[in-house]
């Protein structure tokens, strides 16, 4: 389920430091109920292989479309991701969040750790479009309970960015990111089933 910005904005995260240049695009809610030192088995979740992770074919086709473009197009090329014209988000830590435990990278999308705390993942990619970061975040539900929220912020990069990215975003609301959350809620299930 959607949820408004306010689910992000408000809550204490560390992120808020780092992130002024961001716009929060989506906040959204996973199924994901848990108790308070469960963050760690949702990023294993998201960190794996990819045998679990079996989107819906709209989500394939759109992801495909994607990668194909942004191949022909030359937007994920290492000359427009992280380095000294894209500094990481990492850059911008502070030395306690920077020598802790930074989390896994992703291996399904081409996402790098940042950070990871006992109640927030962050992870970021860059390309020409957009420097977009996820936060999850653990959440206390009350009475010894838990879930995920996740929310997305994007810089978008130069002309085509700004172009590009507001291009997007209906297709991203409608199919894409709720075939993400309904696969990460299965996935939930059937990790903590039993």
Known sequence: M???NTAFTERPWRIHAFI????VEDVWD???PGGPGDLPL???????DGRDFDPSPAYKVLFAIRWRLGALLKWDGAEHGVGPR????????????????RGPDLRTVPMKSVYQTSDEWVTEVVNKTVHAVMHIGWVDDGNGRHHAQMAVLVKKKGMLGK?????ILPFRRVFVT???????GRGW???TAG
């Open 2 to 4: 959607r949820l408004p």
């Open 20 to 23: 002024k240049d961001f716009e």
């Open 30 to 32: 996973l199924d994901t």
């Open 42 to 48: 949702l990023v294993e979740q998201f960190a794996g």
């Open 86 to 101: 894209n500094p990481s988000l990492r850059d911008r830590l502070p030395d306690d969040l920077r020598e802790g435990p």
């Open 163 to 167: 172009v590009y990215m507001p291009v």
């Open 178 to 184: 709720p075939s993400l959350v309904r696969t990460i």
């Open 189 to 191: 299930k059937a990790r």
